[in-house]
């Protein structure tokens, strides 16, 4: 994933276990994109942003973080 600001100041990665997936487990188990992720219908992630300041800075660090949710949270957030 590409990171919108400088990239000292951006930790953004894959879904865990989407990234320790093979090409063709991907292609065949899961569903992925930059902020959901499902694989096997069965395993239901979310990312959001943590901003964490930059002491002596007016900057902040931007890590994503992703979280397993159960289905209805995930139908629920999609909706929106």
Not at 17 to 33: K, P, Q, T, V
Not at 61 to 76: C, H, P, S, Y
């Amino acid at each position: 994933m590409i990171c919108p600001f400088a990239l000292a100041s951006c930790l953004i990665r894959a879904a865990p276990l989407y990234a320790n997936l093979d090409r063709n487990a991907r292609e065949l188990r899961a569903i992925a994109s930059s902020d959901q992720c499902i694989i096997d219908q069965e395993e239901f992630y979310i990312r959001g942003c943590l901003e964490i300041p930059i002491i002596g800075t007016s900057e902040v660090f931007l890590w994503g973080l992703w979280a397993r949710v159960k289905e209805t949270a995930f139908d629920e957030i999609s909706d929106h």
